[in-house]
């Protein structure tokens, strides 16, 4: 077997690195030998190597002269194996990094499993097949909705999260964690946007919340974000305030104005001072879905990024698909609400979620996402019941979520987040069947479908439960 070198860019920053650390991990399981790792100047072509180029056009200037491919696109990657020589290329570093996840997924993996009988084959054994392939995100943000104390290893967490080319974490918690910078830094790493939820007013007992008490709650909101949020390296904030209900009226007023009045009063505070700032209004359809047009008022600066619209992929169980095609309808008129570039998200369900009957608020901040191996191991044996009952919807029911995300597709150009709400289900330590499809399906929605379910059952990181 000959040797293999990475060629990597010179200074390569802390993305390539990661990049290359992951490269290097698909290359052992199929040589059990470490690669090389060359810079661009180091590499010598006459060697009898085998080259894997990683890098840009900008970064590697021997990518400059051997790749002719033309990306356009954030994220976008070529993949190319040609006359013994790889080319894994980005339009930008994210390009790179989601390109080596994929040249395991979509390469080594395929052709490991192409020979069912031969235990030992090795695709490096050999002369490499020929393969070409330039792809791109067809949802431009692509994510994970959780609660930060159910996170036990932050890194394990961002690393499967990269593994499954995803690109957004939105996390709630009662306290900003004490280590909240070196959760950020390391997802910066992997080009992971980071958007901390707090609430405005709302807790999980909406029925309860007298309208008074929002009376200067705007000032207090905007207050606590300049105390506690504004030093931090974040990339916007989340909140949720008082929708999470059944019913339209509170009080006597209806959800949608209240929200929408106090809503705009608020973030006034905070657009009058950060500009630019990403804030993202977490809105739950149950209360104002009879209401779109006072909804409509929104500032349109203002991400709405809706949940429980209905049935699956919105739906906490994948079973759930009754008004399904109604709650599609809604989807979509949501997504065009403030107009065609509406600012838009949508949180999806279906997963794993917390177990209410266990939860406590904490009283002070923590030290999130740092534990044991025993704990990790104990959570996951916890957890696989309730992941077990997941893939077994996603196998029924998982062409409902593909229909889903196709249509938002089609209405939004692809210029939306969707956000998986991903709670408690040790993703640190297991990729699960059902958030690897649907993380396959924000990337390539139109991909075929049996295609897309043989590929990743065959990926070795994905379980079962």
């Known amino acids: 077997m000959k040797k293999i070198a990475i060629i990597y860019p010179e200074a390569p920053d ?65 993949l190319s194996v ?23 997924n979509k390469y080594l993996i395929p052709t490991k499993y192409a020979h069912p009988d031969i235990n030992n084959f090795s695709i490096f054994d050999g002369e490499l097949p020929e393969f070409s392939l330039i792809s791109a995100p067809e949802v431009s943000e692509r994510g994970i909705w959780t609660w930060g104390h159910v996170i036990y290893d932050y890194k394990g967490f961002l690393d499967n999260m990269a593994r499954l080319k995803l690109n ?59 105390q506690e949020y504004s030093r931090l390296d974040l990339d916007g904030i989340y909140f949720q305030t008082i929708t999470e209900l059944q019913e ?51 500032d349109k600066r203002i991400r709405i990024v809706w949940e429980d619209f209905g049935a699956m992929p919105f739906a906490y169980h994948p079973e759930e698909l009754c008004d399904y095609d109604q709650t599609l309808s809604l989807a979509k008129a949501a997504a065009t609400l403030r107009g065609t570039d509406d600012n838009y998200g949508v949180v999806t369900k279906s997963l794993t979620c917390l177990d209410w009957s266990e939860f406590t608020h904490p009283s002070a901040p923590q030290n999130i996402g740092v534990s044991s191996d025993f704990v990790k191991e104990n959570r996951l044996i916890r957890k696989r019941k309730a992941w077990r009952n997941s893939v077994a919807g996603w196998l029924a029911n998982g062409e409902y979520a593909k229909r889903a995300i196709c249509e938002l597709v089609k209405v939004k150009q692809g210029a939306f987040s969707v956000n998986a709400l991903l709670e408690d289900g040790m993703l640190e330590e297991k990729i699960m069947y059902p958030i690897a499809l649907f993380s396959e399906l924000l990337w390539n929605p139109d991909a075929d479908y049996n295609v897309l379910v043989r590929e990743i059952a065959l990926r070795e990181y994905v379980e079962f439960a």
Request: charged share 25%.
């Open 168 to 226: 957004s974490l939105i996390m709630w918690n009662d306290f900003i964690p004490f280590n909240i910078d070196e959760i950020i830094d390391y997802a910066h790493t992997l080009k992971i946007k980071v958007i901390l939820g707090y609430s405005w007013g709302w807790d999980q007992r909406c029925k309860e919340l007298s309208l008074d008490s929002l009376n200067g709650k705007g000032e207090e909101i905007f207050n606590k974000f300049e």
């Open 14 to 78: 802390k993305t390539i690195r990661r990049a290359v650390d992951f490269l290097t991990e698909f290359i052992l399981d199929f040589t059990l030998e470490y690669p090389l790792c060359l810079s661009v100047e180091e590499f010598c072509i006459s060697c009898d190597y085998i080259p894997i180029y990683l890098g840009t056009k900008e970064n590697n200037p021997a990518i400059r002269k051997l790749s002719t491919a033309h990306l356009t696109r954030p994220e976008q990657y070529h």
């Open 248 to 298: 339209e009226y509170i009080e006597g007023k209806l959800v949608a104005e209240v929200v929408t009045d106090f809503v705009n009063n608020t973030s006034a505070l905070f657009y009058s001072k950060y500009p630019d700032i990403l804030i993202e209004f977490g809105l739950h359809a149950t209360s104002v879905k009879h209401r779109l047009n006072i909804i409509g008022r929104v």
């Open 82 to 104: 040609k006359d013994g020589t790889v080319i894994i290329e980005g339009y930008d570093v994210s390009g790179v990094l989601f390109g080596v996840m994929d040249f395991y």
